[in-house]
């Protein structure tokens, strides 16, 4: 039993498809003041479909297939207009470029943008909401810890979810006794569906088989590791939680991921790398007039396995940061004004693509950290050395999903967080997981959104 369905982002995408004929249909009749015939409609749907494949793509690109969290429904109206506004962009890029279909619908797209961005809203925010069944399963939380305690809050406090925890036991505080009790009320109850429980709780052992009896008397019912929730609510590992066997358990890969992933980076870093040739003239001469100093840097950062690499980057502040800054935690250095804009492109990160071809570097994974840095941090923080189980990468999980990463500092509770989506990273990666940070990252660089 899934408690977070993935079946609701399949009707997701398939009511935004909806919703792009509606509104095309809708714009052809405000347009022509009259309704469209068959024929007439099908004259433009025909090139339209072809524009619908990209417009789902910058719906992707945009995080509107994302999680329905309170954040995100909090953005929703300004992320849909962005995206439609370069859907139509696209559009009339499109029949200018391939005046193939015989129509130039210039004021037909100006329409289709003021019809689609509310109905689209409509959709999202009022129907598909509704479309979820108002029945919540209901179930039994048994573990303890900060984590779980977020975990709680979270499920209570938001209405997407499709479950939620009619009873909540904190194993910290209650004895394994009464843990026992809880399992046999709660087992009695015809309207508990699942249990949620840290497995690697003692107190949980000996409520194990009050829980196995109690699936053959219910007509649905799971037992769900309180670890692989809290991911699947958060995109995230729960550091309280984690023991060392999950954590080797999710280092381990298949050679064919291995290979095919080393190939991605070898093509990935050859065509982008061939491509940014390019700029490095301009760069350079940038950072020159800037201030005069050194167009590169190389910096010292911790690699696979925990062995020293050597990365190559353009030089984005007045000096050199070796990740030393005593007690007050911060650098003396600053961001040039021309390492400002090079930061906020990721143009900074460039030449590194020379690390992803000789294999200090992947593409995606944990970024590689700075040695006085990592010393401090793995002195400090439980599974912190985990992340170099892995070739880092130049963007990753925590990338694109943390924006709180500390810069240019040392910050034990951001470094904590970052950690998690790491470790998350670290037991869920996968060649489509690689893609889909990639292209998120591509969506973070044309939005300028800061490093």
Known sequence: ???????????????????????????????????????????????????????IAVFFLAGLYGKHTRLFRHRLPAAIFYAQAINVSIAALFFFLIPLFGIAPKTLLVLYLAVSCPLIYFWRVLIFPALRTSRKLKGVLIASGPDISDLAKEVASDSRFPFEFASILDTATAKSHNVIQEACRVAAKTSTNFFVVDFSDKAIATALPIVYNAA??????????????????????PLSLLQYKRVLAGAASSRIYDFSKRIVDIAGALFVGIIALIMYPFVALAIKLDDGGPVFITQARVGKYQHPIQILKFRSMSGNDEGVYGTSGKTALFVTRVGKWLRVLRIDELPQLWNVLVGDLSLVGPRPELPALSSRYSARIPYYDARYLITPGLTGWAQIRHDRDPHHGADIPETKMKLSYDLFYLERRSLLLDVYILLQTVRIVVSARGS
């Open 1 to 55: 039993m899934t408690l977070v369905p993935k079946r609701e982002y399949v009707v997701l995408l398939a009511g935004d498809v909806l919703v792009f004929v509606i509104s095309l249909w809708l714009a052809l009749a405000l347009r022509y003041v009259a309704l469209p015939s068959k024929a007439f409609f099908l004259l433009h749907f025909t090139p339209f479909t072809i524009l619908f494949i990209a417009w």
């Open 216 to 237: 053959f008397q219910k007509r649905r019912f799971a037992l769900v590791d309180a670890v692989d929730l809290y991911q699947e609510v958060f995109d995230r590992m």
